[in-house]
Antibody, heavy 118, light 109 residues
Framework: QLQLQESGPGLVKPSETLSLTCTVSGGSISISSYYWGWVRQPPGKGLEWIGSRYYTGSTYYNPSLKSRVTISVDTSKNQLSLKLSSVTATDTAVYYC??????????WGQGILVTVSS | EIVLTQSPGTLSLSPGERATLSCRASQSVRSSNLAWYQQKPGQAPRLLINGASTRATGIPDRFSGSGSGTDFTLTITRLESEDFAVYYCQQYDGSPMWTFGQGTKVEIK
C-alpha cells in the first residue's frame, strides 16, 4: 500500500524559505508515467495546486507561485521535496504531498500544517 | 487558466436524500481531465471520481459523476452519515496546470 508522509518545520518566519519533505513508502517515486506533486490548503479554505514533477524530471508550477517554488526528487531516498521562498502569512496552510497517475490526484499524504509567523 | 465554479456553496440535506453538486468550467474541459474529491474535517481529500464518471477504487456506487464540456455533476443517490463532507471538483488543462473548484459543503439538515 502506497503511503506518503510529509515532514518539516511547522513554523517558518516571514521572508524565510519553507522546506518540506515527502517520504514515499510502498512504491517507487521513479515509477514511469506518474507525476508527484504538492497541494496546499489555507485554514478554512479550498485547495490550491502548487506544482508537479513528472518522472522524467519535467516540473510544472502554479503560475501564481512559480517565482518562489522549487520541487525536486531524491530517488535514493524515495523522497519529494518542496521549497517555497520569501514566505508571508498568506502561505500559512496545510501542505499535502500527492501522486498523480495523470490528470487526478489519487494518493495524498496526511498533510502538514505550516504557519508563517515571527 | 480554467476557473471551476461549484454550486451551491452549501447543501443542507437529510440522510437518505439525493445530493446533486454542480461544477461549471470557464472553458471546455475534456471529460478525461475532470475529477471529484471528498474531504472530511482534519483529513486529506479522497479521490472519488476521475474521468468525469469513473469511480475510484473502493468508492460506493451511490456516488456517480456525469457531464461534459463546461458542466459537470456529482450525484450522491442516498446520503449516508459518512457522506457529509466538503466536495471539490478538479481539472487538468494540459498547459499543464491543475485547478480546483472552491468546494461544496454537504451538511446535515
Amino acid at each position: 500500500q502506497l503511503q506518503l508522509q510529509e515532514s518539516g518545520p511547522g513554523l517558518v518566519k516571514p521572508s524565510e524559505t519553507l522546506s518540506l519533505t515527502c517520504t514515499v513508502s510502498g512504491g517507487s517515486i521513479s515509477i514511469s508515467s506518474y507525476y508527484w506533486g504538492w497541494v496546499r490548503q489555507p485554514p478554512g479554505k479550498g485547495l490550491e495546486w502548487i506544482g508537479s514533477r513528472y518522472y522524467t524530471g519535467s516540473t510544472y508550477y502554479n503560475p501564481s507561485l512559480k517565482s518562489r517554488v522549487t520541487i525536486s526528487v531524491d530517488t535514493s531516498k524515495n523522497q519529494l521535496s518542496l521549497k517555497l521562498s520569501s514566505v508571508t502569512a498568506t502561505d500559512t496552510a496545510v501542505y499535502y504531498c500527492t501522486r498523480l497517475p495523470g490528470y487526478e490526484f489519487d494518493y495524498w499524504g496526511q498533510g502538514i500544517l505550516v504557519t508563517v509567523s515571527s | 487558466e480554467i476557473v471551476l465554479t461549484q454550486s451551491p456553496g452549501t447543501l443542507s440535506l437529510s440522510p437518505g436524500e439525493r445530493a446533486t453538486l454542480s461544477c461549471r468550467a470557464s472553458q471546455s474541459v475534456r471529460s478525461s481531465n475532470l475529477a471529484w474529491y471528498q474531504q472530511k474535517p482534519g483529513q486529506a481529500p479522497r479521490l472519488l471520481i476521475n474521468g468525469a464518471s469513473t469511480r475510484a477504487t473502493g468508492i460506493p456506487d451511490r456516488f456517480s459523476g456525469s457531464g461534459s464540456g463546461t458542466d459537470f455533476t456529482l450525484t450522491i443517490t442516498r446520503l449516508e452519515s459518512e457522506d457529509f463532507a466538503v466536495y471539490y471538483c478538479q481539472q487538468y488543462d494540459g498547459s499543464p496546470m491543475w485547478t480546483f473548484g472552491q468546494g461544496t459543503k454537504v451538511e446535515i439538515k
